[in-house]
Every structure is written in structure tokens, then in C-alpha cells.
């Protein structure tokens, strides 16, 4: 028997506690990744096809004087209409939260909980095809104020819409594993460092095959690690704090197509993005 052969035949007779005993007693640091703890929602059955549309938004910030209602109505009604998305995704940052939490109150236009919840409810476009939604940083502050989760009371109110989670949620399309994430951490020059540094932060067992992430306010589409990684972009103008900042604010939307490659490879993918160049001032009652 080789040495080889011998360590794996070893290291089968032992427990897990005692192989972990073992290595850290030769120095190692062992870790264990943890597995997928949020509920992973399959929409498989949402189309006869091998292949899944879905139209992405993030950032709306609802309430903010600065959002951009009318290109997200003209965004939804194309996917809706002319793509014909099987359904819409929303990455957080639903609304732009509690006026306390913000540094420049003058720039919202609504104010407590109750008038964001009907706001909401009325305002987000009526589709042919449903909503998946997850929350993002400036919507749990209504839970940091000790408020209940806005989104997912808006889903209670709207029998459109299907709550993901918070900050978090998973879509599975015939094994095809989509991640929706809204990163709760500062901008980067650099486009594709943050995508990249998610990525590097999943393991194995929690490693998407496509990772839709929000909170940035800027596109950017990049392969890696075997992981198709978009950052989204807004639908909420760049605010006199971005500016001061110097912090762009993109606006547009998303439409991913996903798929079993038809000679049984991975999952292929492709995109289209759609942007609002000038964003409109005033867009809001």
C-alpha cells in the first residue's frame, strides 16, 4: 500500500471531530462553510421554455425627490410588452426610508411609515408577470427604528408580488442557482471590484451561477469564478450628497436571459441593458 493510500484509508477510519483534532494540532485552521440557509424559491414552472426572462431593478428609492418613476414605468412596460419577460426582480432599496436616517431630509418628499407603505403599494408598476423582491439597506432601517419589514408587508399587500428576503434571496431554474444580494458597503472606483470581492466571499456551497447585486447605482457584467456577476444599475437620480460624494447614479434597468446551454453545457446566459441617459428632474407628485 502506497503512502497515499494509506492517509485516505486513515483518514476514512476517522471521525470528522477526530481528522479536525488532528490538523489543528499540526497548525491548521479548519472551517467548514456553512450551507444556503435561505429558502430557495424555484420558478421553473413559470415558463414552458428551457430558458428564463426576467427584467432586474434595484435602488427605486421611492419617496426620494430624486427618484426616476417614469423611466421605471417605461423600463417595466417594455419588458413587460415588447421582451416579454417571464417575471420581475427587485434587488433592494425599494423606498428611501425613514427621514431621520438621512442627512438631507428636504431631499424626500415622504415621510413616515404608513405614507412609504401606500406609496409603495400604489406606485410600483402593475405587470402581466409577478415581482420577487428582496429589501435593501435604506428599507431594513425601518426595522432599525423599530418598525416592521416594509417589503415584506408590501408583498402581503400586493398579490403580485413574493418576498425573497432580507437583503438576500435565491431563484432556481431548473438547477440554473440566481442569487439576488443588496450589498450593504460603500462604492468602488473601480467597477468591477466590488462583484469580484462578493464573489470571492462565497463558498463553494453558496456560489451562484448568476449573482444580480444592488445597492451601487452602476452597471457592470462580469464572469468570474464561474459566477456571472451584475451589478445593477438605479432608478433614482444622483442626489446633492452623491455629488458631494462624487458618486455617479445610473439609471436603467436589466434583462437577463438564463439557460441550459442546448448541448447540455453550463448555464448560458445573455443581457440587455437598458438606459435612461437624462434622468428627468422632478418625477415626483
Not at 491548521?28 to 456553512?34: A, E, F, L, S
Not at 431593478?57 to 413587460?80: I, M, N, P, W
Request: with cysteine; glycine share 8%.
Amino acid at each position: 500500500m502506497g503512502e497515499n493510500e494509506f492517509i485516505e484509508v486513515a483518514a476514512e477510519e476517522l471521525k470528522d471531530d477526530e481528522l479536525i483534532h488532528l490538523a489543528e494540532q499540526r497548525g491548521y485552521v479548519i472551517h467548514k462553510p456553512r450551507p444556503i440557509e435561505t429558502p430557495v424559491l424555484d420558478v421553473s414552472s413559470l415558463t414552458g421554455r428551457d430558458r428564463l426572462k426576467f427584467a432586474v431593478v434595484s435602488c427605486t428609492h421611492f419617496g426620494s425627490k430624486y427618484q426616476q418613476l417614469t423611466a421605471l414605468r417605461e423600463f417595466t412596460q417594455y419588458a413587460d410588452r415588447v421582451t416579454k419577460v417571464d417575471l420581475f426582480i427587485h434587488a433592494g432599496d425599494f423606498g428611501d426610508g425613514p427621514t431621520a436616517r438621512h442627512k438631507n431630509p428636504q431631499d424626500v418628499f415622504k415621510h413616515d411609515y404608513e405614507s412609504h407603505l401606500d406609496y409603495y403599494v400604489e406606485t410600483l408598476p402593475r405587470t402581466r408577470k409577478p415581482w420577487k423582491i428582496i429589501s435593501g439597506n435604506h428599507d431594513d432601517w425601518w426595522g432599525i427604528d423599530g418598525g416592521p419589514d416594509i417589503i415584506k408587508t408590501l408583498c402581503e399587500q400586493r398579490d403580485d408580488c413574493e418576498y425573497l428576503g432580507k437583503s438576500l434571496g435565491y431563484l432556481n431554474f431548473k438547477d440554473t442557482l440566481i442569487e439576488v444580494t443588496h450589498l450593504n458597503t460603500g462604492s468602488a472606483y473601480a467597477y468591477s471590484y466590488k462583484p469580484q470581492k462578493h464573489i470571492e466571499s462565497l463558498s463553494v456551497e453558496r456560489r451562484p451561477n448568476v449573482s444580480l447585486i444592488g445597492n451601487f447605482h452602476k452597471f457592470c457584467a462580469i464572469y468570474y469564478r464561474n459566477v456571472l456577476a451584475i451589478q445593477l444599475p438605479s432608478f433614482q437620480a444622483q442626489t446633492p450628497w452623491m455629488a458631494g460624494k462624487s458618486l455617479v447614479s445610473e439609471v436603467g434597468g436589466v434583462i437577463v436571459e438564463v439557460g441550459l446551454h442546448r448541448k447540455g453545457l453550463t448555464p448560458s446566459t445573455q443581457f440587455e441593458v437598458v438606459y435612461t441617459f437624462t434622468p428627468r428632474a422632478n418625477d415626483w407628485p
